[in-house]
């Protein structure tokens, strides 16, 4: 079966694409769509972006440089060439930047229209502080930002809304020895995996789109999970709330708002909103990174991996889970299901913290994350767990001894971070040394302890 998805307002059948290609090679060198820029092809600048839109969907804005084509399929996809009106009247969003002089050389424009374009979109009360989570992917190099969020500003939420047309999406795309498959049901997925042990899984592609924008190498088989109806449900019950592995950032957001709302503060840091809107817990889980975000808060958390595989579904408890550098208790005819997250009790104290050079769009130095329970003014239980600090996202058992049983006191808190030199040595890279890191873990400690009992000692401080 063609991909099928409708560009520009034109249905497009494409059935003569290699499934490695990236949708923004395919927009520029195919349909000569050259208004859809590339700067750095992998995600961190924003130069790509367009939008896509199922029928019942969202418009998101995403980054082109990290999609495949086959994940256009039954999508309706904008590029900034299809927002202009016949006779060539440019859209809102491009009069507000060119009215604020929001443009100097204009490389990156055409990424900005597209991502307020999307903005506009989604309904939210325009505020500077909107205005700068929804193009925090958008990298500018010489406008300056003032102008370009008085343009978005200017605009308001008037845009009219548009609903695309409903798409029928195929499970199976090839062409030449490479396929790619796109299940719809859970037990589909299973045979596939159990069939094609060496197939990529794709879940939204932020991490394993490097292959094909950056590494240049195709893919050969490619299983997505996108399309398969369990793993994208989010429910709720009296215990716990369970995430499908398939579930983006911007739709786990809400739950975890509620849920745990330090966890989703941190979780508004991950990447940029073209990153959350295609990225995935599961991705973030199963890529198995020391530093990935949501590890650490999920083992804090007491959370549960549901995998699944040719032999049925075992659940493994979060701390079991990371193995080893880059490698997980998920056997070769496993995949991700789903994440149980336990519903905190009312009582637990719940902080994620993320240390990083920029506060958007940026790879964290080191996570750490605190779940604990004080009953008269003695740490009642507690759970940590710290990522950038060892191979895998850890647990830290001496931490966690040195606060149990023990007054919720500053001097806890020093101790418990001095014990942290019992549970990690951690290494030294590009993004922090060994001492940076082991010094920051200690004092993330000793916020907790001041973000959690001292509301007149300010633990962030923020740039205006
Ligand atoms: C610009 C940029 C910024 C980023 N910023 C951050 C950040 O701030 N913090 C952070 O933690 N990460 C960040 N990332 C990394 C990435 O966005 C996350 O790890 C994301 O959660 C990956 O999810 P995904 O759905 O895109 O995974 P994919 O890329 O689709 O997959 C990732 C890995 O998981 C495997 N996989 C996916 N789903 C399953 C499943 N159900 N079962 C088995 N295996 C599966 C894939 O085979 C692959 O190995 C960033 C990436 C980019 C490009
Ligand atoms: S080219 Fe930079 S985000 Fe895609
Ligand atoms: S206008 Fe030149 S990079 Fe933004």
């Not at 979780?267 to 940029?272: D, L, T």
């Amino acid at each position: 079966m063609p991909v099928r998805f409708q560009l520009n307002g034109v249905l497009i059948e494409e059935d003569d694409v290699s499934p490695s290609m990236t949708v923004l090679d395919y927009l520029r060198d195919t349909k000569g769509l050259k208004g859809t820029k590339e700067g750095c092809a992998e995600g961190d600048c924003g130069a790509c972006s367009i939008t896509i839109q199922s029928a019942l969907g969202r418009v998101k804005t995403v980054n082109a440089c990290l999609m495949l084509v086959p994940q256009l399929d039954g999508m309706s996809v904008v590029t900034v060439e299809g927002l202009s009106a016949p006779g060539d009247v440019i859209h809102p969003v491009q009069q507000a930047l060119v009215e604020n002089h929001a443009a100097q050389c204009g490389f990156c424009t055409p990424g900005f229209v597209m991502a307020l374009y999307a903005f506009t979109q989604t309904g939210e009360t325009v505020t500077p502080d909107s205005v700068h989570e929804a193009i925090a992917g958008n990298l500018c190099r010489c406008t300056g930002y003032r102008p370009i969020v008085d343009a978005a500003v200017s605009l308001g939420s008037k845009a009219e809304k548009v609903i695309p047309p409903a798409i029928d999406q195929s499970d199976y795309y090839t062409d030449g020895d490479e396929d790619f498959f796109a299940p719809r049901s859970l037990g589909h997925l299973v045979a596939l995996r159990s069939d094609h042990p060496d197939a990529y899984i794709l879940a939204g592609g932020t991490d394993l789109g490097m292959r094909a924008s950056k590494d240049r190498q195709p893919y050969g088989q490619v299983i997505s999970t996108a399309n398969v109806t369990e793993l994208n449900q989010i429910e709720r019950d009296a215990d716990s709330v369970t995430f499908g592995a398939a579930v983006n950032y911007t739709r786990v957001l809400p739950m975890l708002d509620e849920l745990a709302p330090s966890f989703a503060q941190l979780v508004r840091r991950i990447g940029s909103r073209q990153i959350r809107n295609l990225g995935t817990i599961g991705g973030n889980i199963c890529n198995a990174s020391p530093i990935g975000d949501t590890p650490p808060c999920l083992i804090a958390l007491d959370a549960t991996m549901i995998a699944h595989g040719a032999n049925g579904r075992r659940e493994i408890s979060s701390d079991e889970f990371f193995t080893d550098y880059r490698k997980t208790a998920l056997v070769p005819d496993e995949i991700l299901e789903a994440i149980r997250v336990p519903n905190p009790e009312p009582d637990l104290i719940f902080r994620a913290y993320k240390v990083s050079k920029r506060f958007d769009q940026d790879i964290s130095a080191v996570v750490g994350a605190f779940a604990l329970k004080v009953e008269d003014g003695i740490v009642a239980s507690v759970r940590i767990a710290f990522g950038g600090m060892a191979a895998t996202p850890a647990c830290a058992p001496a931490c966690e001894a040195a606060l149990l049983g023990k007054p919720w006191s500053l001097e806890t808190a020093v101790a418990a971070g001095a014990a942290l030199r019992e549970d990690f040595m951690p290494l030294t890279d590009f993004r922090a040394s060994q001492g940076y890191r082991a010094r920051v873990a200690e004092n993330l400690i000793q916020r907790v302890f001041l973000d959690t009992t001292k509301e007149d000692v300010p633990v962030e401080v923020m740039a205006l």
